[in-house]
């Protein structure tokens, strides 16, 4: 089973930033699969936000194109997401998975506040 723990989040006034973090267990080969990074807004689905495939492409949603940006260090199994420029459309809880075919065990998440 995997097992992925998310931190990094935080409260930050709009135009602020936060860097998050998520680091992989279990049995897989992490420099594998394409990661991504899942947020979920009070009262909306989850919604895919970047993805990162093993070698290091990259891709964004429109809603934050050109102010996240996604990386990952396959040594220690861990992904990041670096968030600038914060709206308040971005409060939300962070998740990161497999980008293809998601597991069913989601880790708990970080809150992620761009709002005063």
């Known amino acids: 089973q995997v097992q992925f723990v998310e931190s990094g989040g935080g409260l930050v006034q709009p135009g602020g930033s936060l860097r998050l973090s998520c680091v992989v267990s279990?049995?897989?080969?992490?420099?594998?699969?394409?990661m991504g990074w899942y947020r979920q807004a009070p009262g909306k689905q989850r919604e895919l936000v970047t993805t990162?495939?093993?070698?290091?492409?990259?891709m964004y949603g429109d809603s934050v194109k050109g102010r996240f940006t996604t990386s990952r260090d396959n040594a220690k199994n861990t992904v990041y997401l670096e968030m600038n420029g914060l709206k308040p459309e971005d409060t939300a809880v962070y998740y990161c998975?497999?980008?293809?075919?998601?597991?069913?065990?989601w880790g708990q998440g970080t809150q992620g506040t761009g709002s005063s």
């Open positions: 998975n497999f980008a293809i075919a998601p597991s069913n065990s």
């Open positions: 279990g049995s897989i080969r992490f420099s594998l699969p394409t």
């Open positions: 990162i495939t093993s070698s290091g492409d990259t």
